[in-house]
Antibody, heavy 119, light 111 residues
């Protein structure tokens, strides 16, 4: 059974950092593109970042709103996806999901982890 | 990348049909047959209901169908049931460097 389990969310102040993790199981993690998507009541779902199967930095992409502040990475030996979030802003407050890409869609999603940025 | 445009809300009575539109550009919806639709219940993770414009994943009822014409894709839910009440988001591939772009979301209510 495919499972994606996010962790690392929490309450931080503006300007601080967090690292999200997504533990994958039930499939060959190293064969799939992986994504981070965030959800807020006001903006809905927004794609944050994605990374290619082998994790080369040349095949990563970021939303303009997080470029230069967030870094996506993966450890295929540990079947884990990461999102390093620096210089956090109030507007980064959201539930963050990791998701697997297959057949040109996001076919499996984690349960999400809440990030709250507030002073 | 700008969000795809969806109506904020749609509704229907049990047994009726509802259709949700999703309008993009030639750089996303119109440029690829890679439109997908996601159902999200409050507090839950999104679930893919349609992929590659009109394909249904295993386990999704055939009451859900998708189509596309030009820069606009559509999701139709036939025979509405109470459990179909949820938020629905479209998404499209937007090029190798852009990943996926999502729609603004539509809240479907079953009256």
């Amino acid at each position: 059974e495919v499972q994606l389990v996010e962790s690392g969310g929490g309450l931080v102040q503006p300007g601080e950092s967090l690292r999200l993790s997504c533990a994958a199981s039930g499939f060959t993690f190293s064969s799939y593109w992986m994504h981070w998507v965030r959800h807020t009541p006001g903006k809905g779902l927004v794609s944050v970042s994605h990374i290619n199967p082998d994790g080369s930095s040349s095949s990563t992409s970021y939303a303009d709103s997080v470029k230069g502040r967030f870094t996506i990475s993966r450890d295929n030996a540990k079947n884990t996806l990461y999102l390093q979030m620096n210089s956090l802003r109030v507007e980064d407050t959201a539930v963050y999901y990791c998701a697997r890409s297959s057949d040109w869609c996001l076919d499996y999603w984690g349960q999400g982890t809440l990030v709250t940025v507030s002073s | 990348q700008s969000a795809l445009t969806q109506p904020p809300s749609a509704s229907g009575s049990p047994g009726q049909s509802v259709t949700i539109s999703c309008t993009g550009t030639s750089s996303d919806v119109g440029g690829y047959n890679y439109v997908s639709w996601y159902q999200q219940h409050p507090g839950k993770a999104p679930k893919v209901m349609i992929y590659e414009v009109s394909k249904r994943p295993s386990g999704v009822p055939d009451r859900f169908s998708g189509s596309k014409s030009g820069n606009t894709a559509s999701l139709t839910v036939s025979g509405l049931q109470a459990e179909d009440e949820a938020d629905y988001y479209c998404s499209s591939h937007a090029g190798s460097n852009s990943g996926y772009v999502f729609g603004t979301g539509t809240k479907v209510s079953v009256l």
